[in-house]
């Protein structure tokens, strides 16, 4: 059945989206940039998000594109390989232009991250989770 699964987010500059994750630490398969989309891998799966303008974006899922100022449709979770990870990443994501909306902190005992909104108000939530800490 399904091989792969791809996430598509509706961005307002394609090129300032890519310079934002770039400036992260994401890649970019440069072969299937146009200019109104990028393709970004994440992780060692190659996990593809592909970043498309707001017109062309709310052709593909014919609806308007949601006000990311007033609400979120997702929640998008990365792993860390640690706790310094997740705090230099919250620095890059604040160096780069986007809003830390929850600092690096424990959660739960188990759990270390933080949460970002990136250029796009696309709220993005960073964890390591110490599942030895897990009860």
Known sequence: MTKQIWLNLPVKDVAKAKDFFWKIGFSFNEQHDTPSSTCMIVGEGHFVVMLFEESLFSTF???????????????????????????????????????????????????????????????????????????
């Open 61 to 135: 899922s014919q609806n308007a594109v949601i006000d990311t100022n007033s609400g979120s449709e997702v929640l998008i979770s990365i792993d860390a390989e640690s706790k310094e990870e997740v705090n230099e990443l919250a620095e890059k994501v604040k160096e780069a232009g986007g809003t830390v909306f929850a600092p690096p902190a424990e959660s739960q005992g188990w759990m270390y991250g933080f949460g970002f909104a990136d250029l796009d108000g696309h709220r993005w939530n960073v964890l390591f989770m110490d599942f030895s800490k897990l009860s």
